[in-house]
């Protein structure tokens, strides 16, 4: 939900500071996709779950980093490849392990909507960092991989460890040390690897970095690039 929030917020403002037509028209698309997945899932934590926990620290951090940043790219890269790579990469786990055949269905269709966010942002960065310097694109570069760093500490959930009475730093090292949840954590960036190898910001300087994360070995998965325009135009309920 607080990520749905966030990608409101920068989807807005890329509709204003995006800087050709068709990134404006895509970017004010997806602020109308976002302002939907915001309503569903806080309804959904409303009526069906019942809590809500405070926005995560390390989400909060790059959320407010990406939307106080006045390069537009910057804002791209953020949301598109590293936030929503990574929603992609969770919404699909859920979309497997969901008991519930509501959430299934309605991550189904926020996947749905994700998966065009990300294709845009991968196409469109290409062409883009083709055109930087090669000082600007280390600037990306070094960028995405702090991002990177930040959303895998995001994925250690204090604010559940708290409201459940937990000692935290316990917790903490509990969910360090499990190897379910390590290769969870790796798992949710096979989006995000070959779509940033894809836009050219996997520069030889940042390598050895995503290498000591473990990362690197998904830099070779398919992308998400590749544009199916008749899956894209499908009508969403085909008639019988
Ligand atoms: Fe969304
Ligand atoms: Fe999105």
């Given at each position: 939900m607080h990520g749905e929030q966030g990608a409101l917020l920068v989807a807005?403002?890329?509709?204003?500071?995006?800087?050709?037509?068709?990134?404006?028209?895509?970017?004010?698309?997806?602020?109308?996709?976002?302002?939907?997945?915001?309503?569903?899932?806080?309804?959904?934590?409303?009526?069906?779950?019942?809590?809500?926990?405070?926005?995560?620290?390390?989400?909060?951090?790059?959320?407010?980093?990406?939307?106080s940043d006045p390069r537009w790219d910057l804002k791209f890269i953020g949301m598109q490849i590293i936030i929503e790579g990574l929603a992609l990469a969770a919404f699909n786990t859920l979309k497997m392990t969901a008991k519930d055949p509501l959430l299934k269905q309605l991550v189904h269709l926020v996947i749905r909507d994700e998966a065009r966010h990300v294709t845009f942002g991968v196409n469109y960065l290409e062409d883009f960092v083709k055109s930087l310097s090669h000082e600007e694109r280390e600037d990306r570069a070094h960028f995405a991989y702090e991002?990177?760093?930040?959303?895998?500490?995001?994925?250690?959930?204090?604010?559940?460890?708290?409201?459940?009475?937990?000692?935290?730093?316990?917790?903490?090292?509990?969910?360090?040390?499990?190897?379910?949840?390590?290769?969870?954590?790796n798992l949710l960036f096979t989006r995000i690897m070959p779509n940033l190898k894809r836009i050219g910001l996997l520069t030889e300087s940042v390598r050895p970095r995503f290498e000591s994360l473990g990362l690197l070995q998904f830099e070779n998965l398919v992308d998400d690039g590749e544009v199916d325009w008749a899956e894209l135009s499908r009508p969403l309920y085909e008639s019988s």
């Open positions: 807005s403002q890329l509709a204003s500071c995006a800087p050709t037509y068709d990134a404006k028209l895509y970017a004010a698309s997806q602020t109308f996709d976002e302002a939907r997945h915001v309503e569903a899932f806080t309804r959904y934590l409303q009526e069906k779950v019942g809590i809500l926990y405070p926005v995560n620290p390390n989400l909060k951090s790059l959320l407010d980093k990406i939307l991002a990177c760093v930040v959303m895998r500490e995001r994925l250690i959930s204090t604010e559940v460890f708290e409201h459940f009475g937990w000692d935290v730093d316990a917790a903490r090292e509990q969910v360090l040390s499990s190897t379910i949840m390590g290769q969870f954590r």
